[in-house]
């Protein structure tokens, strides 16, 4: 084992290589705000990579309900209970301004175990905590859709489950979606711990892969992934994962001329939730034009799914504004009343950023933003928000423009002659 930076962390941790950052590293921001959960991304990617015989129940990408869904079922209950249950400091953040640093501790210092420190504590002969789904877990990947959480039984007539409160800033009874991929994680834990060395990530934009030549089908990925994203097929007796859609991250696919083009789950995302690109590679010296490390690093407001495992995940979350908020902390660690708080009365640049989700499917590298007049003000949860008619613009890395968006949506209205009475 060796010592690693975690930023997610704030500290170092072991792992079982050395640090070793790409040059720029494949990342995403969800909007979890946006999603309607019509699982276009799901589809987006099971038509594209897992249609074959042997991977019947493979789901790279899949849209789960919170907090009774999961794929497979309790992936993330069960995890949580293992650092529960045997790690110390289990789950302990300390965020006074003294434990946070603008980059190398943006969110205060865990200081709980993460799945590697647990296997050390525990004295395990392996490199993570973690454990393999039994065939039943896998068997439905929307189970529970759209089931409330609530604090009265929901099915019990007369419970007054029906008339709890749905205000913010805390919906009595909620639930949101929780949209999955492999996030192809700076200290990826199926990396670490594979015994054939099958598993790698590309130096140039930090993509994760298995390679299909070495691996024998010992399954320790699927065991040690704590999100539960590397797949076994029993039909080639390997393991499989999410590959990025590294031809369209690469520019291979035509349409968008040799420029980078986002992901499949990604470009298809009806409810333009989803933004797809590359994070600079260094994290303490994020370019304040590029959207991810502006939403990431430098404005705070997409957060890493369960940052405590500590494997620096790189798929990024705006959080429900709804949802309760120690079940939200728990989740996306010590940063969510900030995000929440900057998402609820967003900045100029903000606004812009988001009008630039699913604005194109190449890459975007590059933003601008062009003012225009003020258009709107109100007051949300005490805060004034005013509203400007800016243009967003984005740019591909070679410096084309792809995009401008406007923040007032234009409208028409269809002439007479076409509205149809019956
Ligand atoms: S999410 Fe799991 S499969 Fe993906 S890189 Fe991280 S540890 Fe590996
Ligand atoms: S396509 Fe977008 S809106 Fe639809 S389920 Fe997927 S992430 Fe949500």
Known sequence: M???????????MEYPYFESRPEHQFAAVFNINRCIACQTCTMAHKSTWTYSKGQEYMWWNNVETKPYGGYPQHWDQKILQMLWDNGNNPMEWFTSPEEKNETTAPYGLYNGDTIFELAKTKGLNQVAVGYIPDDKEWRFPNIYEDTAASEKTNYEMGSGADKESSELPEHKRWFF???????????????????????????????????????RGYRKCVEQCPYKKPMYRGETRMSEKCIACYPRIEGKDPVTKGRRMEARCMAACVGKIRMNGLLTGDYKKPDPKNPLDWLIHIHRVALPLYPQFGTEPNIYYIPPRWAPRSYLRQMFGPGVDEALDKYAAPSRTLMAVLA???????????????????????????????????????????????????????????????????
């Not at 979606?177 to 934009?205: F, G, M, S």
């Open 356 to 422: 630039l989700f699913r604005a194109t499917q190449t890459v975007i590298s590059r933003f601008e933003v062009e003012e225009g007049p003020k258009i709107y003000e109100s007051e949300v949860m005490g805060k004034k928000v005013e509203v400007y008619n800016d243009t967003a613009i984005g740019f591909a890395a070679d410096g084309t423009e792809l995009v401008r968006i406007k923040i007032e949506e234009p409208t028409w209205e269809s002439d007479e002659k076409r509205m149809v009475t019956y």
């Open 2 to 12: 060796t010592l690693v930076h975690n930023w997610h962390l704030g500290r170092t």
């Open 177 to 215: 979606y929780l949209q999955r991929v492999c996030n192809h994680c700076t200290y990826p834990a199926c990396l670490a711990a594979c015994p054939r060395k099958a598993i790698y990530k590309r130096k140039e934009d930090g993509i994760v892969l298995i390679d299909q030549k070495r691996c």
